[in-house]
């Protein structure tokens, strides 16, 4: 039996990740594969009173949380899937490549790329100096691409 192509998608808030999404799991279910969300939850760059830090922290990670849930929901919907969700904190590129290492059998990285101006911190990093140390392909997908394109493709 082959193995199955999983696809890793970071999501966040942003247009271009939600089509990162829909163009990984057209591409799962048309093979067969699967797909990992990971939610990226930013390291907090101030330091307040304990209580409050904390308090700012689990917000930032309970909206993460709940972001990665609806979107496996509408995934699931339309599509059958059921991805693997993972929630973490702290920096971006470090977990995402922590989690290619721990998890040898994603087939591609798929990120999306803003629609207008700076693509965005993940592509930026992945796409330029590091893209030649990641352990699978990287899928961008442009933020300007439509829903009716996305499948045209996928």
Do not use: K, N, W
Not at 10 to 25: C, K, P, S, Y
Not at 53 to 77: C, K
Request: proline share 6%; glycine share 10%.
């Amino acid at each position: 039996m082959m193995p199955q192509r999983v696809y890793l998608v970071i999501m966040d808030e942003t247009q271009e990740a939600r089509l990162a999404l829909r163009f990984a799991a057209r591409r799962a279910a048309r093979t067969g594969g699967a797909v990992h969300i990971l939610a990226l939850v930013p390291q907090q760059d101030f330091s307040l009173f304990g209580g409050v830090q904390a308090t700012i922290e689990e917000e930032a990670r309970d909206r993460a949380e709940v972001l990665a849930t609806s979107a496996a929901g509408g995934l699931t919907s339309e599509s059958g899937l059921v991805p693997v969700i993972l929630v973490q904190q702290g920096d971006g590129p470090q977990i995402v490549r922590d989690y290619l290492a721990d998890h040898p059998e994603v087939s591609a990285l798929v990120l999306g790329a803003a629609a207008d101006g700076a693509p965005g911190p993940l592509v930026a990093h992945f796409a330029t100096s590091h893209a030649g140390q990641l352990p699978c392909p990287l899928m961008i997908v442009p933020g300007s691409m439509r829903d009716e394109d996305i499948d045209r493709l996928s």
